[in-house]
Every structure is written in C-alpha cells, then in structure tokens.
C-alpha cells in the first residue's frame, strides 16, 4: 500500500495527481506557500482561525458559553480575543452551523484563502490539502471575501508558533 511505498514514488503520485513540481521562486517567499510544511494540527489551528477571521461579527454576537468555549479550545484564546475584537466592514458572514465539525471548519479557512488567492501556484492549494483532515477538501467552494491578506499579516502576532514558517 501506500505506506510502504517507496518515498520518490509517492511524490511522484502527489505531482501528478496534483501538476505541481515544485515551488517556484517567487512562490516560496510567501508566508501562504510556506504553510505547506506545517503539522497537520498548526495548519488545522491556522485554517480555522482564517475561518473565524472572516466571521468576526457573527463571533462578536455570539453569547452561546459551550460554542465559544469550543472555539477557544480550537484556536486558543488569544486568536479567539484577537477575531472577536477586531474591526470589521462589509456584510456579516455568519457562522457555520452548530452541527459542523472541526473538519468543515477547516475546510472553510482553506477555501477562504484559495478563494481570495493568496497562493501564486495553485498546484500549493492541492499539496496543502493532502494535510487537511477527511472531508475537509470537501467543503464547497466560497466566494472571495479579500480578508486573507489582513489574515497573513496578523498570523504571525496570533500565533507565536509559527515562527518556524513566518521567519
């Protein structure tokens, strides 16, 4: 199977199925791009804060104790305080239902962020998807909302630990 597949073999199976060679020049200084070498639980942390980033009203309102509770328990505290406080403008995006897993939630942030571009090689979309969870990839594609780049700029200050992909 899979697993003992010789290692060169699998990365030619994920080149193929995904027509990314490798990480251009101009791809690879982008802190989007250098997201791709995170643990599946850092990158599952980053792509549900975008998630919430672009719901920062709909979290604002929010009063239900054991939801933001779940929340915090996802994302940490600080990112929580961070989204819930920040200035928002536009139309309110609300929040997935209450049934949604961490995986949509997830998925969400990845959609959100292919949505609005951020990766100039879109063969770094798919890579990064071999790291989501099951059914994450799945989540239905979402309208660009142009938030992801004020959420690259804050990611480094929210989340300390991604020193080792944000320099």
Same mark, same amino acid.
């Given at each position: %199977?899979? /697993?003992?597949?010789? *290692?060169q073999?699998?990365?030619?199976?994920? &080149?193929?199925?995904?027509?990314? +060679? %490798?990480?251009?020049?101009?791809? +690879?200084?982008?802190? @989007?791009?250098?997201?791709?070498?995170?643990?599946?639980?850092?990158?599952?942390?980053?792509?549900? =804060?975008?998630?919430?980033?672009?719901?920062?009203?709909?979290?604002?309102?929010?009063?239900?104790r054991?939801?933001? *509770?779940?929340? /915090?328990q &996802?994302?940490?505290?600080?990112?929580?305080?961070?989204?819930?406080?920040?200035?928002?403008? %536009?139309?309110?995006?609300?929040?997935?239902?209450? !049934?949604?897993?961490?995986? *949509?939630?997830?998925?969400?942030?990845w959609?959100?962020?292919?949505?609005?571009?951020?990766?100039? !090689?879109?063969?770094?979309a798919?890579?990064?998807?071999? %790291?989501?969870?099951?059914? @994450?990839?799945?989540?239905?594609?979402? =309208? @660009? !909302?142009?938030? =992801?780049?004020a959420?690259? &700029?804050?990611?480094? *200050?929210?989340?300390? /630990?991604? =020193?080792?992909?944000?320099?």
């Amino acid at each position: %199977g899979w /697993e003992r597949a010789p *290692t060169q073999r699998r990365l030619r199976v994920i &080149q193929a199925w995904s027509g990314w +060679s %490798g990480v251009p020049v101009s791809a +690879s200084g982008s802190l @989007a791009s250098r997201l791709v070498v995170l643990a599946p639980e850092l990158l599952a942390k980053v792509l549900m =804060s975008r998630a919430l980033f672009s719901r920062a009203l709909a979290l604002r309102r929010c009063i239900e104790r054991e939801r933001l *509770t779940w929340f /915090e328990q &996802q994302v940490g505290p600080a990112v929580l305080e961070h989204i819930r406080h920040r200035a928002v403008g %536009g139309l309110p995006v609300p929040l997935l239902p209450h !049934d949604a897993d961490q995986a *949509t939630w997830i998925g969400d942030g990845w959609r959100r962020l292919e949505a609005d571009g951020v990766w100039p !090689d879109p063969g770094v979309a798919k890579v990064l998807a071999l %790291g989501l969870p099951l059914g @994450a990839a799945q989540v239905a594609r979402v =309208s @660009a !909302d142009s938030h =992801s780049d004020a959420f690259l &700029q804050v990611l480094p *200050t929210l989340l300390p /630990e991604l =020193s080792c992909v944000c320099g």
